[in-house]
């Protein structure tokens, strides 16, 4: 080969691989754009909340852009609905709060009022003062459910779990709900309890019984018997609670133990709809749970469940 035909040959070369290379870019070039394109078409789907364009490949770099993309909008909704969910809790919350605030502090109010009265004879300043003393007790005990309420919702509260006899937490809630009783003539019966030990927190425990005792003794008839038993399980102990109260209907079983619910029984009966509520956080976060069992007329049977702990 002579002199020209190889400087002829490596020029063609030389030139194909700068075609070559031109190409490459081209398409480079293509590529980048159009991933570039998909992007900004995915962005502003994102950010109108709509749903996003179909790719113009069935793989490669614009499919997983779009998968990318996908991920982000499924999380960003799911952010967006919790807050949509915590707003209206808050609201929800502040609703409730107004409303159940709003009679204990207008009572306290006209309480405080009428006292200003000189006038006032000694016996009715005295009824006036029982009165104000009532509210305002009312008031706390609302205030305090509330704050517990609130804490146990955000896991701000723990339970600190023994394995331990039931039966000493659950007579101090007896306790606590005795001189209601007693204004209505109604007996608290215990039957004997099985020494099994059962994993709890004793405090929170007592919470939970003095809740659903004080909604006994509250629906109850005078001079009716509140009845308490306890039966062990394989894995759980139960205490019953039984009451011969107006009942509770069949589609009111769940109902009773959400936030605020007042049964149809509750009418004329004074309460915030937070005591079986409440009971209720405070078994779940002891592992535990509540079940309800009732006839309208003849009354209810609440049984807490709580891990039955057999010692080795």
């Known amino acids: 080969m002579t002199r020209e035909q190889t400087l002829l040959a490596l020029c063609l070369l030389l030139l194909a691989a700068a075609l070559a290379a031109l190409l490459g ?9 159009r991933l570039y394109r ?36 499924k ?3 799911r952010e967006r609905q919790e807050a949509r969910e915590d707003r209206d809790a ?25 006292l200003k009265s000189p006038e006032l004879p000694p016996g009715r300043r005295q009824c006036l003062e029982n009165r104000l003393e009532e509210q305002t007790d009312r008031l706390d005990r609302l205030l305090t459910a509330l704050f517990k309420m609130m804490d146990l919702e955000r896991g701000a509260a723990a339970p600190s779990p023994a394995n331990i006899p039931v039966l000493s937490a659950v007579r101090r809630a007896v306790e ?22 059962l994993l709890h927190d004793p405090a929170w425990t007592e919470e939970v019984f003095a809740n659903i005792l004080e909604n006994a003794v509250k629906y109850a008839p005078e001079g009716s018997v ?20 107006p009942g509770i209907p069949k589609e009111e079983y769940t109902k009773i ?47 807490v469940f709580l891990p039955l702990m057999t010692e080795v």
């Open 75 to 77: 999380k960003f909704r």
């Open 90 to 114: 808050v609201r929800e919350l502040t609703s409730n709060l107004s409303h159940q605030l709003k009679t204990p502090l207008a009572n306290i109010r006209l309480y405080q009022e009428l």
């Open 257 to 303: 133990f959400q936030k605020f619910y007042r049964g149809s029984s509750s009418s004329g009966k004074e309460g915030w709809g937070i005591g079986l509520y409440l009971a209720r956080l405070l078994v779940e976060r002891e592992h535990g749970y509540i079940t309800v069992s009732s006839e309208p007329g003849k009354g209810s049977t609440f049984s």
């Open 176 to 197: 606590s709900v005795l001189p209601r009783a007693d204004q209505k003539h109604i007996r608290i019966r215990m039957e004997p309890f099985p020494d099994a030990p």
């Open 25 to 33: 870019m081209l398409r480079f070039r293509r590529q980048y754009f």
């Open 38 to 73: 998909e992007v900004q078409l995915c962005q502003r789907a994102l950010l109108a909340d709509q749903p996003l364009p179909e790719g113009s490949c069935q793989e490669g770099a614009p499919s997983a852009v779009q998968d990318d993309f996908a991920r982000i909008m």
């Open 226 to 245: 509140v009845t308490l038993s306890m039966e062990c399980f394989e894995t759980y102990g139960a205490v019953r609670v039984q009451d011969r109260g």
